[in-house]
Structures are given as C-alpha cells and as structure tokens.
C-alpha cells in the first residue's frame, strides 16, 4: 500500500530548477532509497516529504506530494503535525544539550504529554525500539551529548518513535559512523520497518542495496528509475542508471 | 583513463577465453582420437587436463576478489557471476573430454565393433555447440546463444539414435560385442553432456546480456 505519493513534483530555489516532474510512490512499512550523485536532488526531494524546504528562502514548489492520500502542500496544513508524522534524521545526530531521558521525553512533551508514568513509559518504549534501552536505562539522567555516535543517531530515532512519527526521512543518517555502527544503523532499519514507512539518502550504493526494498535513481532533479532494488542493482533499465551505479560516471 | 576496475574485468575476460579454447581443444582433440585411434592424441588430452584445472581455480580467485574488492553492479555483477558459471562448466566440458578419451584408450587397440557414423554426427554437433556457446560470450551475442538453446534436441535425438543401435543391433544379438559397445555408449553418453554444458553456458551468456533468466523457462525463448 502506498504510504506517500509524489505527484508532478517541481522544485525551483530562486530561477534554479532542483526538482524536475518527480513521480514516485514510497509504499508503507518498507524501505525506500534515493540514490545519485551530489546536488541531484535527493535531499531536496527528501525535505519536500515534511515541508523542510518551506524554510529556505526563495523556494517554490509546485505538484503535490499526497501523505495518507492528504496533499501536503495544500493550504492549512498543520505543519507541526506533518512534522510529528514524518521526522527526520539527519547526517550527523542532533541531540539536545539535555538528559538522555529528555531528549526522547521532548517531543511528547510538547505534544502535550506530561504525566511523569505516561512519560517514563514512552522513554522505555522508544529507546527499547532502537535497542538503546538495556545500554542506557541506568543512565538516563546523563547528558545525551555524551553517547557515542551511533548512540546519538539511534537517540535521534528515539525521538522520532518516541513522538509516533509514521515516516522516517533518514538523510545520510550513517555518513558519520563507522563500519560497525553503520551495520548496527543499518540493522535497526530493519527492525524498525516492520512499524515504519522508512525513507533513507544514501551516497553509499552497497548501503541501498542492502537495506532497501526500493530503490530511485536521480540526476540532475529528475527521477531516472525506480523500482525494486535487486532490480535496480542486477539489471537496471536506463543506460544511465547503469553507468551510475557502476562507477561510469558520477 | 581506464579504471583499475575495467583492467581487471578485461583481464578476467582474457582467462575466461583461455579456459574456453582449452575446453574446445580438449573435446577436439578426444573426438580426433576416437576418428583416428591415435592413442598420443588420447593421452594428451588427459595430461592437459591439469593445466585447465588450475586455470579454473585461478579464475575463481579472480572472481571472488573483484567481488570482494569492488562488490560490483548490474552488468559488471552480471559479469563476473557468469564468469564463474562458465568457468565451472567449461572444466566439466574439459573433464568429459578426459572422460572421452580414456574411453578412446579403451577400443582403440581392440576390433572395430562398427564403422562410426551416428557418434561423429554427435561428435561435430558437441563442438558446433562449445564453439558457438563459446562465441556467444565473446561477441555477447545473444542470437548466437539461442542457437545453442535450439540445437539440444538434435543431440539429445543422435544420442538417442546410438543408444538404440548399439542395445538393439549388437549387445541384444551377441553378448561378446558388449564391452566395446558399452564404451560407445558411454562415449555418446559424454558427448550428449557436453551439449547440456553448452546449453547451460548459453543460458547463462543470456542472462549476461538481457538480465533474462532462460534456465528452465524456454518459452522466454519465443518472445
């Protein structure tokens, strides 16, 4: 079932067109990939599925892009609620100058949850998601801005899970780790998917192929291919694509 | 400038050659044997046998390293997982002719139980088949391949065809003929199998240039 449907969509930064007539749909609760070479408009695209673009001067953005069958881009929507159903992870992770603890209680907080028990519970539930919860759960009261790395990027999820995102937009969300918490990111994602719509950007082509279901192929603002990843990988349809992904350009 | 990559797929490309010319050398070569019962033609093919084992080990290595190192995409994956399923099957085809010419050793030196038409027959049908399979890889011709695909019956048909003759006209009638006839039978038995390793090379020489699997699926063939 399609989660989320990109329809005709166009994206100008002043007269510079950075998206060109996408069309793509990401079906629910699995994996979806977007992959291409630097400034094809993949994170572009990414940032369109929650709006983030809204926050750049200059941007205009035409065609729709359809979230439970809800065009975001209509008037009045709520962005603080689009936001809360489709979060966003990013390069590096962004923990907050806080507790552990609230850091994961935040989102909820502002949503109006405070009942401390209430709160405890979605803490447990939301770190025990991202397997941080037998690491972590006698340590709650520490900075979060002490973590390793990937304990930061699977915090970050955390917060997501914690505020019940529906979608997660996942910008290059290993780029920072290493190897072995790359494959840990990586084997959450897994994990995760059997509850979430997940959108990840990847430079790493082996990373798409290995956590993906679907896969797109973008240069220069437009859609190339998409499709499923094994066959995106194994026998790709557009000469492009091919030479993209086998290190013929790019 | 050529990547380090390309050098090492063409260079891959170069053995995989070899190894095909070696597997054709070694059928030839058992078949003339037989024709010619020349028993130093037999003897050559099962003592170049080692050398082609060796060159499919090499092979191998080389293909699990590209794989290892630059864990390969679409066409270049396509590649070098073809490789090594030609490797393999060109061994066997290298194997069957040792298996041809230790048969060969067999009758030679004994009386000719009949004159031989129907195993030449088959004979040149497994080599058209190496050869073409062969030229498919090469050229990524994948018409070339089809003609493989469609020329098994034939063989399995001569087979067939010497099988009979060979139970029915002389082991039925005289008990005697029967260990000459039993290698025959073996030897067209080993020329039918050849046929099949060109059939599976073509296959897969399909697949390399369409991204088609054809195994087990010959209707694909007619589209």
């Known amino acids: 079932m399609e989660k989320i449907e990109i329809k005709d969509l166009n994206l100008f930064y002043g007269k510079f067109q950075a998206l060109i007539n996408v069309n793509m749909p990401v079906r629910e609760k699995l994996v979806t990939a977007m992959i291409g070479s630097s400034g094809c408009g993949k994170s572009t695209l990414l940032r369109c599925i929650n709006r983030m673009n809204d926050l750049v001067e200059d941007v205009m953005v035409k065609g729709s892009v359809m979230v439970d069958g809800s065009d975001i881009y209509r008037e009045g929507v709520d962005l603080v609620a689009l936001r809360k159903k489709v979060g966003m992870v990013f390069q590096r992770p962004n923990p907050f100058p806080l507790s552990i603890y609230n850091n994961v209680a935040f989102g909820p907080k502002v949503h109006h949850t405070t009942g401390k028990d209430e709160l405890d519970a979605i803490v447990e539930e939301s770190l025990s998601s991202v397997l941080l919860w037998n690491e972590l759960k006698d340590k709650l009261n520490t900075s979060a801005l002490r973590l390793s790395l990937e304990q930061k990027q699977r915090l970050c999820i955390a917060r997501l899970i914690a505020v019940k995102s529906e979608v997660l937009l996942m910008d290059e969300p290993c780029s920072a780790l290493d190897p072995i918490a790359t494959l840990k990111i990586e084997e959450l994602m897994q994990q995760l998917k059997k509850d979430y719509t997940i959108i990840i950007v990847t430079h790493n082509m082996q990373q798409a192929a290995r956590v993906s279901d679907e896969t797109g192929f973008m240069l220069l603002g437009e859609l190339v291919e998409f499709g499923k990843t094994e066959n995106i990988f194994t026998r790709p349809k557009d000469k492009r694509t091919e030479d993209y992904i086998t290190g013929r350009f790019g | ?223």
Do not use: W
Not at chain 2, 155 to 165: H, M, S, T
């Open chain 2, 1 to 223: 400038m050529e990547r380090h990559f390309d050098e090492a797929l063409k260079d891959l490309n170069t053995d995989i050659l070899r190894m095909g010319a070696f597997a054709e050398e070694a059928i030839y070569k058992s078949i003339e044997a037989l024709k010619k019962c020349d028993n130093s033609i037999a003897k050559s093919v099962v003592n170049n046998d080692k050398k082609i084992d060796e060159l499919e080990l090499a092979i191998d290595e080389k293909c699990i390293d590209l794989i290892a190192r630059y864990q390969p995409m679409a066409k270049d994956l396509r590649f070098i997982t073809t490789g090594m399923k030609l490797n393999t099957e060109l061994e066997r085809i290298a194997d069957i002719a040792v298996d041809i010419a230790q048969r060969a050793l067999e009758v030679i030196d004994k009386p000719i139980l009949k004159p031989l038409i129907d195993l030449p027959k088959l004979a040149a049908v497994a080599q058209m088949m190496v050869k073409t399979a062969i030229d498919s890889f090469i050229k990524g011709d994948v018409d070339m391949a089809k003609k493989v695909l469609l020329s098994d019956p034939e063989a399995d048909r001569l087979r067939d065809l010497i099988q009979k003759e060979l139970v029915e006209d002389y082991m039925a009638k005289d008990a005697s003929t029967s260990p000459r006839a039993i290698q025959l039978l073996l030897i067209a038995r080993f020329l039918e199998r050849v046929c099949d390793h060109a059939t599976n090379i073509a296959e897969d020489v399909i697949y390399m240039v369409q991204a088609e699997v054809v195994k087990h699926h010959p209707e694909r063939l007619r589209q």
